[in-house]
């Protein structure tokens, strides 16, 4: 049902308590060294997700914000005593507006966030004076500077609403930041195109990434830093390198230094695992889609990421579909590959990740423009002479389950067979099945079933009403 449940576990041993109920969707918003004891979560067990402190011995729940009403809040921003000081209140019109709340209990709407940039804008954190707040975000500086199209670092006054870009990339979104655990600030962000880069904001932070760069083969995330901001949790990651964790000592008597601490997957350390290629594929309007592609071991003699002969291939398409696939260790990838099968991911029209301009371009595109992509990186294949042209099978979980049963209805002699896991195969049931406070975005992203037009088209695009055509095989 996709939803999340909470747990506390002793760490001295013992069961997993549940501390939120079944059929709930709980979110960590706040761990506060001022609350030890507690955690602070959104929990939608009344539908719109409120506000909620639980205590980790007890499990009692304690609502710090209750919300609901016509126009509630889709997500919330606290300080270090976990108060909440800021939302993100939704609008009939798909847009959004990020609201203070004052001392006192008052909200005050600070400023508004288009429906075009509401899915590439998100409230980070708050610095230690309580005055700024940083965001990613896509929308204009200010109401009379040019759009944007990617996603900036932003660092917000919260008294006057004025915005500062602290960083942004050349070709894709920030995904990621670095946040002084004592005082807020931003440390350095990351882009990622065809994979993760990171930038400093300071001199510190670039000796940090020149560090881990040196020290480590693959990707790298830092997931927990230390109070006093000498150690740090770093997970490295490649596609030939399942997640291992590292402690990273910023402070030590002979400088920087990382020690192993464990594989996560222990049990793939000597599989033959194949290394993972980013392309980019040209649509037939001439849209760049960046992809991924995984050859099985031997067929890849000279290693220039072409088989000697083409191969089965599945084609992958991910779920969202305000998602992206990304590089590194992909299960499915590895698993396929080590069939014998090509494996080729596409990000088409809709992702995430892009920019403004690619991710809108997906809006009333299920099943359009969306499943074209993802044929014209099928027929890409076939032309590189990757895959062979009756070998090709689809495959996809929630949208990209979708992905699978529109491309065998719609293009019943596309794909030699195909795989779909939880797809919504009639877009009026997932319309009527969404959450109140997403309804409107699916309504402007799908398409408005409270019209005519609407109707029309989600009939046309809904799989389920055309299962008839599928001629070949589906699981």
């Not at 606290?78 to 909440?84: E, H, I, K, Q, S």
């Not at 001392?103 to 998100?122: K, Q, V």
């Not at 990273?248 to 194949?274: I, W, Y």
Request: charged share 25%; glycine share 10%; with cysteine.
């Amino acid at each position: 049902d996709e939803n999340t449940r909470l747990y506390a576990v002793d760490t001295s041993g013992g069961a997993a308590r549940a501390l939120t109920p079944a059929g709930a969707h709980a979110r960590i918003i706040g761990v506060s060294a001022a609350d030890p004891g507690a955690v602070v979560v959104t929990l939608n067990d009344r539908g719109w997700p409120d506000v909620v402190r639980i205590d980790l011995t007890t499990g009692e729940r304690e609502v710090l914000q209750r919300n609901g009403g016509p126009r509630g809040y889709s997500s919330f921003l606290l300080n270090r005593d976990n108060t909440v000081r800021a939302g993100v209140r939704t609008r009939a019109d798909g847009g959004a507006d990020v609201v203070v709340f004052e001392p006192r209990g008052r909200a005050r709407a600070l400023f508004e966030i288009p429906f075009e940039d509401a899915l590439s804008t998100r409230l980070i954190g708050l610095e230690a004076d309580g005055a700024h707040l940083l965001m990613l975000d896509s929308a204009p500086v200010q109401p009379d500077t040019p759009a944007r199209d990617r996603t900036a670092l932003v660092r917000v006054d919260m008294a006057t609403g004025q915005k500062i870009v602290l960083g942004e990339g050349e070709r894709a979104d920030v995904v990621d930041v670095w946040i002084d655990p004592a005082t807020g600030a931003a440390e350095a962000f990351a882009t990622e195109y065809l994979r993760r880069e990171w930038r400093a904001l300071n001199a510190d932070s670039q000796a940090d990434i020149e560090f881990l760069d040196r020290s480590l083969t693959g990707d790298f995330n830092v997931f927990s830093r230390s109070d006093d901001d000498t150690r740090w949790i770093v997970v490295e990651e490649s596609p030939t390198t399942p997640r291992r964790s590292y402690l990273f000592d910023r402070a030590g008597p002979a400088g920087r230094r990382l020690t192993s601490l464990f594989s996560h997957r222990p049990e793939l350390q000597q599989a033959p695992l194949q290394p993972m290629t980013p392309v980019e594929i040209e649509a037939r309007d001439g849209t760049t889609l960046v992809s991924y592609l995984t050859l099985p071991g031997g067929s890849d003699a000279n290693g220039d990421a072409r088989p000697e002969q083409p191969l089965p291939l599945v084609l992958v398409a991910h779920d969202g579909p305000w998602a992206r696939d990304s590089y590194g260790f992909d299960p499915m990838h590895q698993w396929l590959a080590n069939r014998g099968y090509a494996v080729l991911s596409v990000n088409f029209r809709g992702s995430a990740g892009f920019g403004n301009a690619f991710l809108n371009a997906g809006n009333g595109e299920w099943g359009g423009r969306i499943q074209e992509d993802l044929a014209d990186a099928a027929e890409w294949a076939v032309t590189q002479r990757l895959a062979e042209q009756d070998r090709i099978a689809i495959v996809g979980g929630g949208f990209g389950g979708y992905a699978v049963l529109s491309g065998l209805a719609f293009t019943p002699d596309q794909y030699r067979c195909g795989a779909s896991f939880a797809a919504p195969a009639n877009l009026f049931a997932m319309l009527d099945l969404s959450p109140a406070w997403g309804r409107d975005q699916l309504y402007l992203r799908v398409a408005d079933a409270r019209t005519e037009t609407g109707r029309q088209l989600l009939r046309v695009r809904s799989p389920a009403f055309h299962a008839g055509r599928i001629r070949s095989s589906l699981l």
